[in-house]
Protein backbone atom coordinates (compact mmCIF):
# COMPACT_ATOMS: atom_id res chain seq x y z
CA UNK A 1 0.00 0.00 0.00
CA UNK A 2 2.86 2.62 0.43
CA UNK A 3 4.44 1.95 -2.86
CA UNK A 4 1.21 2.59 -4.64
CA UNK A 5 0.72 5.58 -2.53
CA UNK A 6 4.26 6.47 -3.54
CA UNK A 7 3.87 6.13 -7.38
CA UNK A 8 0.54 8.03 -7.18
CA UNK A 9 2.36 10.79 -5.53
CA UNK A 10 5.47 10.49 -8.11
CA UNK A 11 2.82 10.74 -10.66
CA UNK A 12 1.04 13.61 -9.22
CA UNK A 13 3.87 15.67 -8.73
CA UNK A 14 5.19 14.96 -12.52
CA UNK A 15 1.83 16.81 -13.36
CA UNK A 16 2.49 20.10 -11.45
CA UNK A 17 6.07 20.10 -12.61
CA UNK A 18 4.65 19.90 -16.40
CA UNK A 19 2.17 22.56 -14.99
CA UNK A 20 4.61 25.06 -13.73
CA UNK A 21 6.93 24.59 -16.42
CA UNK A 22 4.35 25.45 -18.86
CA UNK A 23 2.75 28.20 -17.11
CA UNK A 24 6.41 29.84 -16.68
CA UNK A 25 7.29 29.56 -20.25
CA UNK A 26 3.59 31.13 -21.63
CA UNK A 27 4.55 33.82 -19.09
CA UNK A 28 8.16 34.46 -21.13
CA UNK A 29 6.63 33.85 -24.65
CA UNK A 30 3.92 36.63 -23.75
CA UNK A 31 7.02 39.13 -22.99
CA UNK A 32 9.29 37.95 -25.89
CA UNK A 33 5.79 39.15 -27.97
CA UNK A 34 5.21 42.11 -26.67
CA UNK A 35 1.67 41.04 -25.37
CA UNK A 36 -0.02 42.74 -22.74
CA UNK A 37 0.37 41.48 -19.50
CA UNK A 38 -3.46 41.03 -17.62
CA UNK A 39 -3.79 40.85 -13.91
CA UNK A 40 -5.22 37.89 -12.25
CA UNK A 41 -7.62 39.45 -10.37
CA UNK A 42 -8.54 41.17 -13.81
CA UNK A 43 -9.17 38.13 -15.98
CA UNK A 44 -12.64 37.11 -16.70
CA UNK A 45 -11.79 33.59 -15.27
CA UNK A 46 -8.96 31.30 -13.44
CA UNK A 47 -8.71 27.91 -15.00
CA UNK A 48 -9.44 25.69 -12.48
CA UNK A 49 -5.83 23.65 -11.56
CA UNK A 50 -4.55 27.27 -11.46
CA UNK A 51 -6.49 28.32 -8.73
CA UNK A 52 -5.55 24.86 -6.91
CA UNK A 53 -1.80 25.86 -7.41
CA UNK A 54 -2.59 29.30 -6.20
CA UNK A 55 -4.07 28.36 -3.03
CA UNK A 56 -1.87 25.16 -2.37
CA UNK A 57 0.05 27.35 0.15
CA UNK A 58 -2.94 27.30 2.79
CA UNK A 59 -1.66 24.02 3.14
CA UNK A 60 1.38 24.72 4.68
CA UNK A 61 -0.44 26.72 7.93
CA UNK A 62 -2.83 23.92 8.13
CA UNK A 63 -0.92 21.53 8.11
CA UNK A 64 1.09 22.98 10.88
CA UNK A 65 -2.36 24.03 12.79
CA UNK A 66 -2.77 20.10 12.54
CA UNK A 67 0.96 18.48 13.57
CA UNK A 68 1.40 21.16 16.79
CA UNK A 69 -1.51 20.62 18.33
CA UNK A 70 -1.62 16.38 17.69
CA UNK A 71 1.46 16.11 19.16
CA UNK A 72 1.72 18.75 21.76
CA UNK A 73 0.32 16.75 24.55
CA UNK A 74 2.22 13.68 23.93
CA UNK A 75 5.44 15.16 23.26
CA UNK A 76 5.01 17.36 26.50
CA UNK A 77 4.06 14.48 28.74
CA UNK A 78 6.91 12.32 27.17
CA UNK A 79 9.46 15.57 28.38
CA UNK A 80 7.47 15.66 31.51
CA UNK A 81 6.44 19.20 30.67
CA UNK A 82 4.89 21.16 33.69
CA UNK A 83 1.35 21.80 33.08
CA UNK A 84 1.83 25.67 33.99
CA UNK A 85 4.66 25.62 31.22
CA UNK A 86 2.01 23.81 29.01
CA UNK A 87 -0.59 26.56 29.06
CA UNK A 88 1.99 29.43 28.80
CA UNK A 89 2.74 27.85 25.65
CA UNK A 90 -0.96 27.41 24.67
CA UNK A 91 -1.29 30.96 25.67
CA UNK A 92 1.70 32.19 23.87
CA UNK A 93 0.45 30.33 20.70
CA UNK A 94 -2.60 32.77 21.12
CA UNK A 95 -0.98 35.86 21.42
CA UNK A 96 1.36 34.99 18.60
CA UNK A 97 -1.48 35.42 16.15
CA UNK A 98 -2.83 37.87 17.73
CA UNK A 99 -0.11 40.18 17.38
CA UNK A 100 1.66 39.03 14.40
CA UNK A 101 -1.42 38.31 11.55
CA UNK A 102 -3.30 41.76 12.04
CA UNK A 103 0.37 43.28 12.10
CA UNK A 104 1.66 41.51 9.21
CA UNK A 105 -1.68 42.21 7.69
CA UNK A 106 -1.13 46.05 7.82
CA UNK A 107 2.48 46.09 6.35
CA UNK A 108 1.76 43.24 3.80
CA UNK A 109 -0.79 45.32 2.51
CA UNK A 110 1.45 48.28 2.10
CA UNK A 111 4.47 46.83 0.28
CA UNK A 112 6.45 47.96 -1.75
CA UNK A 113 8.39 44.90 -3.00
CA UNK A 114 8.99 44.33 -6.41
CA UNK A 115 8.08 40.53 -6.43
CA UNK A 116 4.79 41.62 -5.11
CA UNK A 117 3.09 42.13 -1.20
CA UNK A 118 1.89 38.95 -0.19
CA UNK A 119 5.21 36.41 -1.21
CA UNK A 120 8.12 37.72 0.72
CA UNK A 121 6.60 37.33 4.61
CA UNK A 122 5.41 33.81 3.47
CA UNK A 123 8.83 32.64 1.60
CA UNK A 124 10.66 33.82 5.38
CA UNK A 125 8.08 32.73 7.36
CA UNK A 126 8.30 28.92 6.04
CA UNK A 127 12.55 29.40 6.78
CA UNK A 128 11.43 29.66 10.36
CA UNK A 129 8.63 26.76 10.39
CA UNK A 130 11.57 24.24 9.20
CA UNK A 131 13.99 25.64 11.65
CA UNK A 132 11.49 24.90 14.38
CA UNK A 133 10.24 22.21 12.83
CA UNK A 134 13.67 20.42 13.05
CA UNK A 135 13.97 21.53 16.44
CA UNK A 136 10.64 19.81 17.47
CA UNK A 137 12.21 16.56 15.83
CA UNK A 138 15.51 16.39 17.34
CA UNK A 139 14.83 17.60 20.47
CA UNK A 140 15.18 14.47 22.22
CA UNK A 141 18.57 13.69 20.43
CA UNK A 142 19.73 17.66 20.86
CA UNK A 143 19.41 17.02 24.50
CA UNK A 144 21.15 13.56 25.15
CA UNK A 145 23.80 15.07 22.03
CA UNK A 146 24.62 18.56 24.39
CA UNK A 147 24.09 17.14 28.00
CA UNK A 148 24.20 13.45 28.38
CA UNK A 149 24.28 12.67 32.15
CA UNK A 150 21.34 14.70 32.53
CA UNK A 151 19.50 15.50 28.90
CA UNK A 152 15.79 15.80 30.27
CA UNK A 153 16.58 20.15 30.96
CA UNK A 154 18.25 20.47 27.49
CA UNK A 155 15.44 18.54 25.99
CA UNK A 156 12.84 20.39 27.24
CA UNK A 157 14.65 23.85 26.29
CA UNK A 158 15.06 22.96 22.70
CA UNK A 159 11.12 21.55 22.38
CA UNK A 160 9.90 24.91 24.00
CA UNK A 161 12.01 26.84 21.44
CA UNK A 162 10.58 24.76 18.78
CA UNK A 163 7.24 25.35 19.58
CA UNK A 164 7.42 29.34 20.19
CA UNK A 165 9.40 29.15 16.75
CA UNK A 166 7.33 27.24 14.70
CA UNK A 167 4.58 29.02 15.85
CA UNK A 168 5.81 32.21 15.45
CA UNK A 169 6.93 31.18 11.74
CA UNK A 170 2.89 29.95 10.67
CA UNK A 171 1.87 33.02 11.82
CA UNK A 172 3.79 34.61 9.41
CA UNK A 173 3.03 32.30 6.99
CA UNK A 174 -0.92 32.36 8.12
CA UNK A 175 -2.29 35.46 6.88
CA UNK A 176 0.04 36.53 3.62
CA UNK A 177 -0.35 33.20 2.25
CA UNK A 178 -4.69 33.61 2.58
CA UNK A 179 -4.20 37.53 1.29
CA UNK A 180 -2.93 36.86 -1.84
CA UNK A 181 -5.67 34.51 -2.99
CA UNK A 182 -7.80 37.19 -2.39
CA UNK A 183 -5.56 39.58 -4.10
CA UNK A 184 -4.72 37.52 -7.60
CA UNK A 185 -8.58 36.07 -7.49
CA UNK A 186 -11.58 36.97 -9.97
CA UNK A 187 -14.54 38.63 -8.12
CA UNK A 188 -16.79 35.90 -9.52
CA UNK A 189 -14.49 33.52 -7.89
CA UNK A 190 -14.04 34.50 -4.49
CA UNK A 191 -16.47 31.88 -3.03
CA UNK A 192 -14.74 28.94 -4.79
CA UNK A 193 -11.44 30.02 -3.82
CA UNK A 194 -12.54 30.44 0.09
CA UNK A 195 -13.59 27.23 0.11
CA UNK A 196 -10.58 25.65 -1.91
CA UNK A 197 -8.32 27.59 0.52
CA UNK A 198 -10.45 25.49 3.61
CA UNK A 199 -9.88 22.49 1.31
CA UNK A 200 -6.06 23.10 1.31
CA UNK A 201 -5.68 23.22 4.37
CA UNK A 202 -7.38 19.94 4.60
CA UNK A 203 -4.86 18.42 2.51
CA UNK A 204 -2.09 17.77 4.62
CA UNK A 205 -3.65 16.85 7.11
CA UNK A 206 -5.60 13.79 5.54
CA UNK A 207 -2.12 12.88 4.28
CA UNK A 208 0.07 13.31 7.53
CA UNK A 209 -2.81 11.59 9.62
CA UNK A 210 -3.10 8.85 7.54
CA UNK A 211 0.48 8.02 7.86
CA UNK A 212 0.60 8.66 11.30
CA UNK A 213 -2.69 5.97 11.41
CA UNK A 214 -1.12 3.64 9.50
CA UNK A 215 2.04 3.47 11.45
CA UNK A 216 4.43 3.91 8.51
CA UNK A 217 7.11 4.71 10.63
CA UNK A 218 8.30 1.87 11.23
CA UNK A 219 9.26 1.27 8.10
CA UNK A 220 11.98 3.64 8.89
CA UNK A 221 14.40 4.44 11.81
CA UNK A 222 12.17 7.41 13.05
CA UNK A 223 9.57 7.19 15.51
CA UNK A 224 6.14 8.16 15.01
CA UNK A 225 6.61 11.75 16.13
CA UNK A 226 9.62 12.13 14.19
CA UNK A 227 8.06 10.90 11.23
CA UNK A 228 5.16 12.58 11.45
CA UNK A 229 7.16 15.97 11.79
CA UNK A 230 9.80 15.29 8.80
CA UNK A 231 6.60 14.49 6.67
CA UNK A 232 5.04 17.60 7.33
CA UNK A 233 7.92 19.72 6.69
CA UNK A 234 8.12 18.52 3.39
CA UNK A 235 5.00 19.25 2.34
CA UNK A 236 5.27 22.43 3.88
CA UNK A 237 7.98 23.47 1.59
CA UNK A 238 6.30 21.90 -1.45
CA UNK A 239 3.24 23.80 -0.93
CA UNK A 240 4.73 27.23 -0.66
CA UNK A 241 6.81 26.58 -3.31
CA UNK A 242 3.92 26.22 -6.06
CA UNK A 243 2.36 29.41 -4.55
CA UNK A 244 4.99 31.56 -5.39
CA UNK A 245 5.49 29.60 -8.96
CA UNK A 246 1.99 30.07 -10.32
CA UNK A 247 1.56 33.49 -8.11
CA UNK A 248 2.44 36.45 -9.65
CA UNK A 249 1.45 39.45 -7.65
CA UNK A 250 0.98 42.92 -9.07
CA UNK A 251 3.63 45.26 -6.92
CA UNK A 252 2.28 48.84 -5.52
CA UNK A 253 3.87 51.16 -8.08
CA UNK A 254 3.63 53.91 -5.71
CA UNK A 255 4.93 54.36 -2.08
CA UNK A 256 2.33 54.54 0.37
CA UNK A 257 2.62 56.82 3.67
CA UNK A 258 4.26 55.18 6.54
CA UNK A 259 1.28 53.38 8.22
CA UNK A 260 0.75 52.86 12.46
CA UNK A 261 0.03 48.72 12.06
CA UNK A 262 -1.98 49.73 15.71
CA UNK A 263 -3.90 52.69 13.84
CA UNK A 264 -4.69 50.84 10.79
CA UNK A 265 -6.25 48.03 13.02
CA UNK A 266 -8.63 50.47 14.58
CA UNK A 267 -9.59 51.97 11.57
CA UNK A 268 -10.30 48.67 10.14
CA UNK A 269 -12.39 47.66 13.37
CA UNK A 270 -14.45 50.69 13.27
CA UNK A 271 -15.26 50.64 9.58
CA UNK A 272 -16.17 47.27 9.24
CA UNK A 273 -19.54 46.18 7.56
CA UNK A 274 -22.72 45.04 9.17
CA UNK A 275 -22.14 41.49 7.49
CA UNK A 276 -18.19 41.43 8.70
CA UNK A 277 -19.82 42.01 12.32
CA UNK A 278 -22.66 39.97 12.45
CA UNK A 279 -20.56 36.59 11.31
CA UNK A 280 -17.83 37.47 13.18
CA UNK A 281 -19.93 36.58 16.45
CA UNK A 282 -20.47 32.90 15.78
CA UNK A 283 -17.03 32.96 13.85
CA UNK A 284 -15.62 33.54 17.31
CA UNK A 285 -17.87 31.54 19.23
CA UNK A 286 -17.04 28.49 16.60
CA UNK A 287 -12.94 28.50 17.31
CA UNK A 288 -14.13 28.86 21.60
CA UNK A 289 -15.88 25.17 20.49
CA UNK A 290 -13.27 23.73 18.79
CA UNK A 291 -9.87 24.76 20.54
CA UNK A 292 -10.26 21.57 23.46
CA UNK A 293 -10.97 19.47 20.79
CA UNK A 294 -7.97 20.32 18.70
CA UNK A 295 -5.80 19.86 21.67
CA UNK A 296 -7.27 17.08 23.40
CA UNK A 297 -8.93 14.73 21.02
CA UNK A 298 -5.49 13.24 20.80
CA UNK A 299 -4.90 12.56 24.35
CA UNK A 300 -8.33 11.64 24.91
CA UNK A 301 -8.04 8.87 22.73
CA UNK A 302 -5.26 7.40 23.94
CA UNK A 303 -5.37 8.07 28.12
CA UNK A 304 -9.73 7.49 28.08
CA UNK A 305 -10.68 5.27 24.75
CA UNK A 306 -7.66 3.20 24.53
CA UNK A 307 -6.47 3.74 28.81
CA UNK A 308 -3.28 4.06 28.34
CA UNK A 309 -0.63 6.34 29.89
CA UNK A 310 2.71 8.20 28.02
CA UNK A 311 4.30 9.10 31.38
CA UNK A 312 8.21 8.32 31.50
CA UNK A 313 7.12 6.02 34.95
CA UNK A 314 4.18 4.35 33.47
CA UNK A 315 4.48 0.92 32.80
CA UNK A 316 5.68 -0.16 28.50
CA UNK A 317 1.91 -2.00 28.08
CA UNK A 318 0.36 1.29 29.06
CA UNK A 319 2.72 3.59 27.06
CA UNK A 320 1.93 1.27 24.14
CA UNK A 321 -1.40 1.30 24.53
CA UNK A 322 -1.34 4.79 24.71
CA UNK A 323 0.39 5.22 21.43
CA UNK A 324 -2.08 2.59 20.02
CA UNK A 325 -4.68 5.78 21.03
CA UNK A 326 -2.77 8.38 19.52
CA UNK A 327 -2.46 6.10 16.44
CA UNK A 328 -6.28 6.22 15.95
CA UNK A 329 -6.60 9.48 16.77
CA UNK A 330 -4.61 10.42 13.57
CA UNK A 331 -7.00 8.39 11.98
CA UNK A 332 -9.89 9.75 12.99
CA UNK A 333 -8.33 13.04 12.03
CA UNK A 334 -7.86 11.78 8.61
CA UNK A 335 -11.68 11.09 9.12
CA UNK A 336 -12.41 14.67 9.91
CA UNK A 337 -9.64 16.47 7.82
CA UNK A 338 -11.64 14.63 4.90
CA UNK A 339 -14.70 16.19 6.16
CA UNK A 340 -13.04 19.10 5.54
CA UNK A 341 -12.15 18.62 2.07
CA UNK A 342 -15.06 17.22 0.62
CA UNK A 343 -16.77 20.45 2.19
CA UNK A 344 -14.63 22.59 0.79
CA UNK A 345 -15.50 21.83 -2.42
CA UNK A 346 -19.21 20.88 -2.40
CA UNK A 347 -19.73 24.52 0.24
CA UNK A 348 -19.47 26.33 -2.74
CA UNK A 349 -22.52 24.82 -4.19
CA UNK A 350 -24.54 24.80 -1.30
CA UNK A 351 -23.77 28.40 -0.09
CA UNK A 352 -25.15 29.59 -3.73
CA UNK A 353 -28.08 27.43 -2.96
CA UNK A 354 -29.17 28.50 0.44
CA UNK A 355 -26.95 30.97 1.40
CA UNK A 356 -24.50 31.56 3.60
CA UNK A 357 -26.49 32.21 6.96
CA UNK A 358 -28.31 28.51 6.11
CA UNK A 359 -24.71 27.12 5.50
CA UNK A 360 -23.20 28.20 8.41
CA UNK A 361 -26.16 27.45 10.69
CA UNK A 362 -26.25 23.86 9.44
CA UNK A 363 -22.08 23.40 9.78
CA UNK A 364 -22.28 24.85 13.28
CA UNK A 365 -24.93 22.46 14.66
CA UNK A 366 -22.95 19.09 13.39
CA UNK A 367 -20.12 20.51 14.57
CA UNK A 368 -21.78 20.98 18.36
CA UNK A 369 -23.60 17.83 18.24
CA UNK A 370 -20.23 15.95 17.32
CA UNK A 371 -18.83 17.69 20.49
CA UNK A 372 -21.55 16.88 22.71
CA UNK A 373 -21.29 12.99 21.74
CA UNK A 374 -18.02 12.96 23.82
CA UNK A 375 -20.25 12.73 27.09
CA UNK A 376 -21.89 9.69 25.71
CA UNK A 377 -19.42 8.07 23.49
CA UNK A 378 -17.27 5.38 24.40
CA UNK A 379 -16.54 3.13 21.31
CA UNK A 380 -13.47 4.22 18.92
CA UNK A 381 -15.40 3.32 15.74
CA UNK A 382 -18.40 5.92 16.88
CA UNK A 383 -15.69 8.58 16.53
CA UNK A 384 -15.41 8.31 12.87
CA UNK A 385 -18.49 9.82 12.13
CA UNK A 386 -18.49 12.23 14.90
CA UNK A 387 -15.29 13.31 13.81
CA UNK A 388 -16.62 13.64 10.25
CA UNK A 389 -19.39 16.23 11.40
CA UNK A 390 -17.09 18.34 13.28
CA UNK A 391 -14.82 17.92 10.29
CA UNK A 392 -17.20 19.69 8.26
CA UNK A 393 -18.64 22.24 11.04
CA UNK A 394 -15.01 23.95 11.22
CA UNK A 395 -14.79 23.70 7.41
CA UNK A 396 -17.52 25.63 7.67
CA UNK A 397 -15.79 27.79 9.75
CA UNK A 398 -12.85 28.59 7.96
CA UNK A 399 -14.71 29.65 4.83
CA UNK A 400 -18.50 30.95 4.83
CA UNK A 401 -16.79 33.77 6.88
CA UNK A 402 -13.81 34.34 4.63
CA UNK A 403 -15.94 34.25 2.15
CA UNK A 404 -18.44 37.88 3.68
CA UNK A 405 -14.80 39.62 4.84
CA UNK A 406 -13.60 39.17 0.79
CA UNK A 407 -16.82 40.18 -0.82
CA UNK A 408 -17.49 43.11 1.85
CA UNK A 409 -14.11 44.70 1.77
CA UNK A 410 -11.62 46.29 -0.76
CA UNK A 411 -8.73 45.22 -1.64
CA UNK A 412 -6.37 47.59 -0.49
CA UNK A 413 -7.30 46.81 3.16
CA UNK A 414 -8.13 43.21 3.17
CA UNK A 415 -5.31 42.55 4.94
CA UNK A 416 -6.16 44.11 8.16
CA UNK A 417 -9.32 42.96 8.08
CA UNK A 418 -8.18 39.45 7.42
CA UNK A 419 -6.16 40.21 10.94
CA UNK A 420 -8.98 40.91 12.74
CA UNK A 421 -10.70 37.66 11.50
CA UNK A 422 -7.19 36.05 13.40
CA UNK A 423 -7.49 38.15 16.08
CA UNK A 424 -10.66 37.37 16.54
CA UNK A 425 -10.00 33.59 16.21
CA UNK A 426 -7.20 33.48 18.82
CA UNK A 427 -9.31 35.73 21.43
CA UNK A 428 -11.73 32.35 20.67
CA UNK A 429 -8.96 30.34 21.76
CA UNK A 430 -7.73 31.91 24.76
CA UNK A 431 -11.16 32.36 26.12
CA UNK A 432 -11.05 28.33 25.69
CA UNK A 433 -8.07 27.99 27.06
CA UNK A 434 -8.10 29.85 30.24
CA UNK A 435 -11.88 29.41 30.74
CA UNK A 436 -12.43 26.11 29.89
CA UNK A 437 -8.20 24.70 30.12
CA UNK A 438 -6.95 26.56 32.83
CA UNK A 439 -10.30 27.47 35.18
CA UNK A 440 -11.94 23.88 35.28
CA UNK A 441 -8.89 21.39 33.53
CA UNK A 442 -6.86 22.54 36.69
CA UNK A 443 -9.29 22.40 39.28
CA UNK A 444 -12.63 20.17 39.01
CA UNK A 445 -11.24 18.42 35.72
CA UNK A 446 -7.62 17.81 36.31
CA UNK A 447 -6.52 15.37 33.14
CA UNK A 448 -10.66 15.00 31.33
CA UNK A 449 -10.29 15.82 28.06
CA UNK A 450 -14.09 14.21 27.82
CA UNK A 451 -15.60 16.54 30.25
CA UNK A 452 -13.61 19.85 28.37
CA UNK A 453 -14.32 18.78 24.82
CA UNK A 454 -17.93 18.08 25.85
CA UNK A 455 -18.23 21.09 27.03
CA UNK A 456 -17.31 22.60 24.29
CA UNK A 457 -20.39 21.71 22.63
CA UNK A 458 -22.54 23.70 24.43
CA UNK A 459 -20.85 26.59 23.28
CA UNK A 460 -20.94 25.16 19.55
CA UNK A 461 -25.05 25.03 20.59
CA UNK A 462 -24.34 29.57 21.18
CA UNK A 463 -22.32 29.30 18.51
CA UNK A 464 -25.27 27.90 16.10
CA UNK A 465 -27.74 30.24 17.45
CA UNK A 466 -25.97 33.51 17.02
CA UNK A 467 -25.44 32.07 13.10
CA UNK A 468 -28.99 33.29 12.70
CA UNK A 469 -27.67 37.17 12.60
CA UNK A 470 -25.08 36.19 9.69
CA UNK A 471 -25.68 38.18 6.78
CA UNK A 472 -24.92 37.69 3.45
CA UNK A 473 -23.25 40.46 1.28
CA UNK A 474 -24.25 41.85 -1.83
CA UNK A 475 -21.39 41.36 -4.69
CA UNK A 476 -19.65 44.74 -5.02
CA UNK A 477 -18.41 45.99 -8.37
CA UNK A 478 -14.96 44.52 -10.37
CA UNK A 479 -13.41 48.02 -9.48
CA UNK A 480 -13.71 47.47 -5.59
CA UNK A 481 -10.90 44.71 -6.08
CA UNK A 482 -8.43 47.00 -7.24
CA UNK A 483 -5.14 48.03 -5.84
CA UNK A 484 -5.09 51.84 -5.56
CA UNK A 485 -2.57 52.38 -8.42
CA UNK A 486 -4.16 50.01 -10.64
CA UNK A 487 -6.39 51.97 -12.57
CA UNK A 488 -9.68 54.29 -11.84
CA UNK A 489 -12.00 52.97 -9.44
CA UNK A 490 -15.66 54.23 -9.54
CA UNK A 491 -16.12 55.93 -5.80
CA UNK A 492 -20.03 56.38 -6.83
CA UNK A 493 -20.27 52.43 -7.30
CA UNK A 494 -17.84 52.11 -4.03
CA UNK A 495 -19.81 54.60 -2.13
CA UNK A 496 -23.22 52.90 -2.79
CA UNK A 497 -21.80 49.53 -2.12
CA UNK A 498 -20.15 50.68 1.67
CA UNK A 499 -23.28 52.75 2.36
CA UNK A 500 -25.43 49.34 1.53
CA UNK A 501 -23.23 46.94 3.41
CA UNK A 502 -22.97 49.48 6.74
CA UNK A 503 -26.54 50.42 7.07
CA UNK A 504 -28.72 46.89 5.74
Known amino acids: MPHDLSQKAIILLKKFIIFFTTRISMIGKEALLGKQWVPLHQRDRLSFIHILGIAAGNLAPGLLWMVIPTLFEP ?46 FFVIGLVFIIIGLLMMTYCVQLGEFLSPHKPLPVQQTFYILSYVVAVAAGNVVNEPVRAICTDVTPLSQQNLMANICSAFSSIGGILVNLIGGFKWYQYTSLGQEQFVLIISIILCVISIVITCIVTPEEALKEKPPKVNPFKEMYAAIKTMSVPFKRTIVSFYLAQVAYFQFSFQFSHFMGKEIFKGDNSLTAPEELQEL ?30 ELIGFKATTILGYALMAVGLLMFYFIDNKY ?18 IPFSIVSLSTPLKDFGANLGIMFMASVIGEQTSNLGLGMALGSTIWV ?19 A ?19 EGSTDISTLNNYNNYNSNI
Open 75 to 120: LASKLSVKSWVQTILLFYGSFAGFSICPILGVYSDNSTFRWGRRRI
Open 322 to 351: YIEGISWSMMCGAVRYSAQLIWGFVNTRIS
Open 382 to 399: VYLPIVFAIGIGFGTCMS
Open 447 to 465: DRPRMLIGLSGVIGVIATI
Open 467 to 485: AFWVQQPIPPSENYLSLPN
